[in-house]
């Protein structure tokens, strides 16, 4: 089943598109490099919600159209620097930073699939992503600061995911590092070739359905919300949160599938 999104009954720039348990949302807009204006983000998110709404979802995948890029980041001629209001502008350009806050929000995995380039904002959209599998030819950077601008929102993911030097570098530089790199830095979990990408997405996604919705659900959170946090919050956090954990019904039939040696019935409670 696909559906279309038309934000605001506008051109079609999202694409959803659902198989069994596994929910696709793709940036339509290849002849743009799938790059980001204000109804592909307002698309993106209300998609993300939906899906995540729905409880035949279980996990979802972020990709975009074509295969030159997966996204090329803002749209520069969307009106990036020439807003008619300052504060209009400034809710617009708040935007990918609404995306962002959607992605960690999320009760399922997000695994993004990495078509082609990952640049500017389009990297940050892939760092929002929980797991990123990337073809053989994708290229990832921050290259703002050749037409003088600065990643200014995707910094914070930036120095999470690299440090603080390494971040700095990819954003001073601006130059665009190859899909090997990017997984050596831990930034991607796979790298395949163009025609090995939908068959490593489905058997990443195909691994996640099998665990305990809940599970996944708790530990996503409890994952991003104490990597925040000095190491003894952390484990105090942490610590609440198995407590809560070990009293769901599906930790008990877990644990009771485990024992009689049999596949568990998630209940999702």
């Not at 919600?49 to 890029?69: F, I, M, N, S």
């Not at 949160?241 to 930790?251: G, K, P, R």
Request: with cysteine; proline share 4%.
């Amino acid at each position: 089943m696909v559906r279309s999104r038309r934000p605001g009954g506008g051109t079609v720039t999202v694409k959803v598109d659902r198989v069994g348990a596994v929910t696709t949302v793709m940036i339509d807009r290849a002849e743009a490099r799938n790059a980001l204006d204000a109804d592909t983000l307002d698309g993106l998110i209300a998609a993300l919600q939906e899906a995540d709404a729905d409880p035949e979802v279980r996990v979802l995948v972020l990709t975009g159209a074509g295969e030159k890029a997966f996204c090329a980041g803002a749209d520069l001629r969307s009106g990036l620097t020439g807003d008619p209001s300052a504060l209009d502008g400034h809710e617009a350009r708040g935007l990918l930073r609404k995306l962002f806050a959607t992605t960690e929000s999320l009760s399922k995995p997000l695994i993004g699939r990495v078509n082609g380039h990952a640049l500017a904002g389009g990297l940050g959209v892939a760092l929002a992503c929980d797991l990123l599998v990337a073809v053989e030819d994708a290229t990832f950077g921050t290259p703002e600061v050749h037409v003088g601008l600065w990643p200014h929102v995707i910094s914070a993911l930036l120095v999470q995911h690299l440090g603080p030097k390494r971040a700095l570098e990819w954003m001073m530089t601006g130059r665009r590092f190859p899909a090997a790199e990017a997984e050596q830095l831990g930034l991607v979990n796979r790298v395949v070739p163009r025609e090995e990408l939908d068959a490593a997405v489905a058997d990443l996604a195909a691994e996640l359905v099998r665990g305990a919705p809940l599970a996944l659900a708790l530990g996503r959170r409890s994952y991003l919300e104490a990597r925040a946090m000095e190491p003894r919050a952390a484990m105090a956090y942490l610590h609440g949160m198995l407590d809560l954990q070990v009293q769901t019904e599906d930790a008990a039939e877990g644990i009771a599938a485990f024992l009689e040696r049999r596949e568990p019935t998630w209940r999702g409670r």
